[in-house]
C-alpha cells in the first residue's frame, strides 16, 4: 500500500490564495449591497419606508385582499387622535366619485407595524384610497406596487459578509502559516 502524496505547500498556498481573493471579493460585495440598502430602504414606496409618498393610485383586482397601511400604523393612528376601530376609508375609480370603501381595522392592541386595516376590492383597475384623517394611505400589497429592492439589497449583503469573511480569514490564515503572507514570489 502505497502512502498518499504530501500535498506541496506552493499548492496549499495558492488554493489559499484564491480562496482569500474570492473572500475578499465577497466582503467588498456585501459592504456595496449593504450601502446600497441604507440608501435605497428610505425612499421606496412602501409604509415602511420612513420618507416614502404614497402613490395617488394603486391596481386592484376585484375580490382579492389588500391591505391599507401608513408609517408606524396604529401608533401613527392614535398620535394623529384617530380610534383604529372608527377608521373610514373611501374609494375612487380613476377618474369618478368617492364610494365608501367597506374595510376590517386592525384592533388597537395590533402587532402589525404598519397595516391599519384590510379590505376586499370592490373594482378591477386603479383606484384611488383616502382614510379620513389620514395623510396619504399606501396599499403595499397592490397589484402594481414595485419590488422591495432594499430588501433584496439587505439579504445579497448579508449572504455575501457571511460567506466573504470566513473565506477571507481561512486564506489569510493559510497563507499566513505557510509564509506566503507578505512574500513576492519572483519569477525566473
Not at 456595496?32 to 435605497?40: K, M, S
Not at 365608501?100 to 407595524?113: G, N
Not at 386595516?117 to 384610497?129: E, K, N, R
Amino acid at each position: 500500500m502505497r502512502p498518499a502524496p504530501e500535498r506541496q505547500p506552493a499548492a496549499r498556498g495558492g488554493r489559499a490564495e484564491r480562496l482569500g481573493l474570492v473572500g475578499a471579493v465577497l466582503v467588498v460585495l456585501g459592504l456595496v449591497l449593504c450601502v446600497a440598502y441604507r440608501f435605497t430602504a428610505s425612499n421606496e414606496p412602501h409604509s415602511y419606508a420612513a420618507d416614502a409618498v404614497a402613490p395617488y393610485d394603486v391596481r386592484v383586482t376585484q375580490g382579492q385582499l389588500y391591505h391599507v397601511a401608513i408609517h408606524r400604523g396604529i401608533d401613527a393612528e392614535q398620535d394623529l387622535g384617530l380610534v383604529p376601530a372608527a377608521l373610514a376609508c373611501t374609494y375612487a375609480v380613476q377618474p369618478g366619485t368617492e364610494r365608501p370603501l367597506s374595510l376590517t381595522a386592525e384592533p388597537s392592541t395590533s402587532k402589525a407595524t404598519n397595516v391599519i386595516a384590510t379590505f376586499q376590492a370592490p373594482v378591477t383597475g386603479s383606484v384611488h384610497i383616502g382614510c379620513t384623517g389620514l395623510p396619504a394611505v399606501f396599499v403595499d400589497d397592490a397589484d402594481n406596487e414595485s419590488a422591495d429592492r432594499s430588501g433584496w439589497y439587505l439579504l445579497l449583503g448579508v449572504l455575501a459578509l457571511v460567506t466573504g469573511v470566513p473565506l477571507l480569514l481561512s486564506g489569510l490564515r493559510t497563507m499566513y502559516r505557510s509564509g506566503s503572507l507578505g512574500q513576492h514570489h519572483e519569477v525566473e
